[in-house]
Each structure stands twice: as C-alpha cells, then as structure tokens.
C-alpha cells in the first residue's frame, strides 16, 4: 500500500505544523486586524525582529471582505 500526502497522519502533522507557527525553521503568525492596527502591528514585529537578523518579511496579506486586513508575518525564531 502507498502512502500519499493526503494521508490523515500527513494531514494531521501539517495542521499542526501550520498551527504551531514552526515549519522548516521558520516562525509565523498570522493576524486579522484593521487597517491601522495591521500597519502598527507590522511595524512593530519590523522593529523587533530586524529583517537584517531575522529575516522578516510579511508572507502573505489580504484584504478580508469585512476591510480588515489579514497577513502572515514570516522568521527565523532566533538571530545567530
């Protein structure tokens, strides 16, 4: 029998990954906010994590139906 991706135990290792925040090395939170407090929330991620060190970068955004903002910010969860 052959093992796909699809598999409930890949399904399941995958959620979790993408819940968790932590997958190949990578730190991620995602965040559903207006749009100035998705700006600040941003800045201030930028400011904490300097993409120099972390290498920080806003994965994915859109714009929900309802005008708030939802965006995936990506990095390493440490500096060397």
């Not at 890949?10 to 991620?28: I, P, V, Y």
């Not at 904490?48 to 910010?73: S, V």
Request: net charge positive.
């Amino acid at each position: 029998m052959s093992v796909t991706k699809n598999a409930p135990r890949d399904l399941a290792r995958r959620f979790a990954e993408k819940r968790s925040g932590h997958t190949n090395g990578w730190r991620r939170e995602t965040f559903s906010l207006e749009r100035l407090e998705a700006r600040a929330k941003a800045r201030e991620l930028f400011e904490r994590f300097p993409k120099a060190a972390y290498m920080t970068e806003i994965e994915f955004w859109r714009e929900l139906e309802d005008g708030r903002i939802e965006f995936t910010m990506r990095r390493l969860p440490s500096a060397d």
